[in-house]
């Protein structure tokens, strides 16, 4: 009783826990058996052959934990096999990267070796295989007569669905978190992130965000270092700027370019760029009639799409516009707020109204964080009363409402001072608020705050543990206990979305306001060390996510950086460096700049057109595995032959 | 000796001639013997297992002509079998289409049919045999110590590329011929082209080639259809085009994303779409030093893709940079005839100084027919010196040098009468010169020019064959001599370009000369007949081309799409029409034309990536062939776990 485990399999030592399911403290008991009978079932009888144990706690009285925790782990042997399942792509003997398959193993490297699959990847793979694991004939969960199940239907996603699983979640290894955790975050270092241990302790996808911060951080150097000077010799010139405009839209053309090679880099050395993507099930809040799916043939819940269609453009797209409108409607109290504030201090200019001039921009940058979080709320709630089918389509409608929304909310003041009031010292000063304000409140509300409150929980859990089994050493037990109660980590979206906005605000308007860059870089530092530490140690473990790249924000950022080249050729034509150059005519200012900016989107598309988006010796080992998978498909086939027609 | 055919092979009967192979008519007995024995050796020992016969002409004395003509056929086994190797997709019996395999043949619809594998088909396997016939341990070609080889090198390009092979095509097949050209354009009809027999016949590449012509005529009938109107009443009338402009705008952007969804479906059908491509061989004129191709590991030879960069960027576009100068040169010379011309009916004006003003612009269009034929010829000398190892890269760069200098060579002198000279009359005038004297070229060049040509030929080989033979029936052997004298065509590159310049007077100018989509119109419907005549009966029959879509002519189109564009707002800036709405300032005019122009570009792309650009119900057949290769690779792994641990 040690491990506070009541072990039902025959194999005690080997089994690992990897996984933790959380059922509601009500489930009935029938319920359960079912479920821990299909998860341990052999596959041959559509079960999923996962190892599974209750997490038993000593007998109490006050405050009784919830029993209905299960731990899932697996043997090697199933692990093996569910990597064939998934795709997953391993290290070759020739150090390609090859699809893994069970026949082959033995040629690939270090599969003899300590750790052939990482933590991670195993608790990938029982996720999948708990996902996948589908209802046969049974009508109904048992014991739970409303709860309809049809054969094919994902057991798990249906239990999520209807709030019996309450969340399931892998478990951290603490091990190897106190060893990341170090070699990350705890040295102070001017090294590289380690983002090989990265990926393999949380996956691809988060690995590969923490490596869009870095390179994204150290991108920004050259332009801080540049700004410095400006900011400190330039001070009053403003007018001084077209040089580091032009440097800007050089800037983040090949910034996204070379990222993508970048990143075509890390997904291919981490197995994923050449993975095909499994058949994507439904996600557990979509619902519809029942039907057959059209590309598996299966029973499942059908929504047409122009229904989903009709509610995306008559209901979220006024919506969203909407919101907008609101937006721009708060836009302009803020002004009428920011005259009244100079007027205020215009008539009686002392320490206080000097510090009311300040007043309007603070109170506006706060007001336009709570619209962006309640906007979110509101985006949230309408992308998943479209009922998108997949996952990936519900994320991808949300990333959208929400960019659109966060763009006009943090920029339409600043293109309104840049283009329509021509306050360039105004301009400059919003920035600033703007910058500042933001980030200040950001690294609160995403580190500091969830810190301290797990902090208080974590004292919580622990107390109680003490009183429950005096001071016997109980790890699992507390650390499942632990893990259960942190907060659920909700993806990247909210880390993407800050770095595009501090892109934004460094792409369109540092020419203005070179110090832009430097901030940016202090935040990201900051931010990287913030980030890695709530990981670890704010946040629940996430599941692993096989990312190729960072998708639909490689787009976000492009967009931006398009955008950037009509705001920076804009800036240039409306220094009054470039006025004085055509004095008496204004028409021919804007006929150059025109042309100009036309010239630079054309270049930029041959550009993003002529730098291949995969390196050379990537390109030739795909091509390899391509080759060598139609040669080996051939031989085959011609041996069929030779056998059939000797 | 009916066919003329020395039959050496067993089974007489099924022996139909698919493909030519001419030999130099001094080539070496010991090398064709090799040859020979190579092409008919089973593929075990690594020959192609094809069935060849010489072409045997009777005795005589005058012109003998060529002896060393070969015909390739095969057995229905290997064609099968090589329908496998070049991974062709064909209908299912469940109506979607799937990778032919051997193993289940029986599967397939039509199988046990009349025609399983369409001749095209079957001349396309034939050829991909033979391509991939490789050198074994032979050093040289037997006879000839020059022509180095080594294990793996393609033996028919090494002949090739020294001349040894002069050529190898595949033969007409008389009756399909004539039935397919009584159903494309021998009776006049209303009805669409044939699109599926001209693929069964000429291939995919050509059969998409046609379709989108059709496809293009017919979008441009809406535009024909406004614009005579346009023309009839308001022939004076020029600033009245606004409208017709916002037309062109929304109309050629719809058209590309549409002709997409087109080609998708044209090439789902006919089994394109989803076909994996093979690997590339290198192509005839590579060459370099001898080495190891990184993706196959075979000996190949190999070129430094850094000294190809060099020759592309230190050469290649310098030069092409001052053949542009060059354009633009005789653009200005031309300006000045103009004027001169302009000058002198000023001066004296009757009839024939009236014609005098029409010879600048008739001399300037033939020069600029002229000047692209030449430059034609160094692009391609360029490219070639380039030393691409795929055929594809090289038409690639060919196409992006003929283009630009094409698109300079047609389109300057119109944009500078547009915005330099600014004078809508002359533009107009121009642009009806331009349009009319390049379709006329180009209808007689094309088409009746080479069918003379060949109507002379054809009457010089029916005389000559009628004094050999006498009045002996000797079809096949007429035919080949025949067909092996008719000129090559050289793939849709020039009808592609025609088209794409046609497309760009339309999108362009149209606006202010309306009748332009009528030309096009009436040219395309001729250009129909004439290259389906010139197909048929002019040119060789050319090896069908698995294309998936109109590739890089989509991309060439799309950026005329976007230029036309800028173009077509600049132009209702200039109108009369928009000036007369801004009298007092020029700046807010182009201001509000500049915006319009951003938010249509914008437009634009936004409407690019919301339509898809393939079909639902074809993306569904596509999921559900990706769904189902996965369910059976699983199934095949779990049956393997089966039987290794029961």
Redesign the interface.
């Known amino acids: 009783m040690q491990l506070g485990l009541s072990v039902s399999d025959s194999d005690v030592s080997s089994f690992t826990p990897l996984v933790v399911l959380e059922l509601a403290d009500d489930t009935k008991a029938e319920a359960i058996t079912w479920l821990l009978n299909r998860i341990r079932d052999k596959?041959?009888n559509g079960g999923a052959e996962l190892l599974v144990n209750q997490l038993l706690f000593p007998a109490q009285d006050d405050q009784k934990p919830n029993p209905n925790v299960f731990l899932v782990g697996s043997t090697l042997?199933r692990l093996l096999?569910g990597a064939?399942?998934v795709g997953l792509f391993k290290e070759f003997q020739d150090g390609t990267m090859r699809g893994f398959?069970?026949?082959n193993r033995e040629s690939f490297k270090d599969f003899n070796g300590e750790i052939f699959l990482s933590d991670a990847e195993c608790q990938y793979i029982i996720k999948h295989e708990l996902d996948t694991l589908r209802a046969k004939n049974e009508e109904h969960v048992p014991g739970y007569p409303k709860l309809k199940l049809y054969p094919g239907k994902s057991v798990v996603r249906r239990l999520q669905s209807k709030g019996v699983l309450i969340q399931y979640f892998p478990l951290h290894n603490k091990e190897d978190l106190k060893r990341l955790s170090f070699s990350w975050y705890k040295k102070f270092k001017l090294s590289f992130q380690p983002l090989d241990d990265i990926r393999h302790y949380f996956g691809e996808g988060l690995a590969l965000y923490f490596g869009f911060l870095e390179y994204f951080t150290f991108a920004l150097v050259p332009m801080a270092l540049i700004g410095i000077p400006y900011y400190l010799f330039d001070w009053e010139d403003y007018d001084k700027y077209v040089l580091f405009a032009v440097f800007n839209l050089v800037w983040s053309t090949v910034f996204l370019e070379v990222w993508k090679r970048c990143s075509a880099t890390l997904a291919y050395g981490w197995g994923t760029l050449s993975r095909?993507k499994?058949?994507e099930e439904p996600r557990a809040g979509f619902h519809g009639a029942l039907g057959f799916n059209?590309?598996?043939g299966r029973e499942e819940p059908v929504y047409p799409?122009s229904k989903r269609q009709l509610r995306i453009y008559l209901v979220s797209v006024p919506f969203v516009l909407l919101c907008l409108y609101l937006s721009f409607y708060v836009m302009m109290v803020y002004f009428d707020m920011e005259f009244w504030a100079i007027n205020i201090y215009n008539e009686n200019p002392d320490i206080a109204t000097s510090i009311l001039l300040f007043v309007p921009s603070i109170i506006y940058a706060v007001v336009i964080e709570i619209m962006n979080l309640l906007y979110r709320f509101a985006a949230e709630f309408l992308t998943d009363w479209e009922n998108h089918r997949l996952e990936s389509s519900f994320q991808n409608h949300l990333v959208l409402k929400v960019l659109v929304f966060n763009f006009v909310n943090c920029f339409a003041s600043l293109f309104y001072i840049a283009f329509v009031m021509q306050d360039m010292v105004l301009l400059r000063q919003s920035l600033a608020t703007l910058l500042i304000t933001s980030q200040i409140l950001n690294q609160v509300m995403e580190a500091f705050l969830p810190y301290w409150l797990q902090r208080r929980r974590n004292k919580k859990v622990h107390k109680r543990m003490r009183r429950l089994m005096g001071d016997k050493e109980l790890p699992l037990l507390g650390q499942v206990q632990l893990e259960t109660e942190m907060n659920t980590y909700l993806g990247t979206f909210d880390d993407y979305l800050e770095q595009f906005l501090l892109f934004g605000y460094v792409s369109l308007f540092s020419c203005v306001y070179p110090l832009a860059a430097v901030l940016v870089v202090l935040n990201n530092i900051t931010e990287v060390y913030s980030d890695a530490f709530k990981m670890c140690h704010v946040f629940k473990r996430p599941f692993s996510e096989p990312a190729t790249n960072i998708g639909v924000w490689q787009l976000a950022f492009e967009t931006m950086s398009i955008i950037a080249v009509?705001t920076n050729c804009a800036l240039i034509g409306l220094s009054p460096q470039m006025k004085a150059y055509f004095p008496e005519s204004?028409?021919q200012l804007?006929?150059i700049v025109?042309t100009i900016e036309?010239v630079l989107l054309a270049f930029k598309f041959i550009l993003a057109f002529v730098i291949p988006d995969v390196p050379?010796h990537i390109q030739?080992n795909l091509?390899?595995l391509?080759?060598d998978s139609?040669e080996a498909l051939?031989k085959r086939?011609?041996t069929?032959?030779?056998k059939k027609?000797p």
């Open positions: 596959q041959q042997q096999n064939e399942d398959t069970y026949a095909k499994a058949f059209p590309v598996t799409s009509v204004d028409t804007i006929l025109v036309h050379k030739v091509a390899k391509e080759f139609l051939k086939v011609s069929h032959f030779l027609e």
